[in-house]
């Protein structure tokens, strides 16, 4: 059964950094890309950033140019740092992980920018 293990959520205030990291197990499948998605209240689920076996990143226009994201697929975890937080940036934040024909979430962990 395969298992996505995030930390790293809390409260951090605006400016601040956050790290998240995400471990995934019980994966026997080839993987072909990890990954970091966020929901706020009364929106959809949205990308932040992922990065593929070849270690192509790819983020989302709102986080571009203070969001780093780098992983190691073969040990199945990925690790997303973001760095001058905003208020918009509060959401649950779900750790993704692709296989070639299927796809596993994390629980999620809330990250909340205030003062």
């Known amino acids: 059964q395969v298992r996505l293990v995030e930390s790293g959520g809390g409260l951090v205030e605006p400016g601040g950094s956050l790290r998240l990291s995400c471990k995934a197990s019980?994966?026997?499948?080839?993987?072909?890309?990890m990954g970091w998605y966020r929901q706020s209240p009364g929106k959809q689920r949205e990308l932040v950033a992922l990065i593929d076996k070849g270690d192509k990143a790819t983020y989302a226009d709102s986080v571009k140019g203070r969001c780093d994201i780098s992983a190691d697929i073969a040990q199945k975890t990925v690790l997303l740092q973001i760095h001058s937080l905003k208020p918009e940036d509060t959401a649950v934040y779900y750790c993704n992980l692709e296989g070639f024909s299927s796809e596993y979430w994390g629980q999620g962990t809330q990250v909340t920018v205030s003062p």
């Open positions: 019980g994966v026997s499948f080839n993987v072909y890309a």
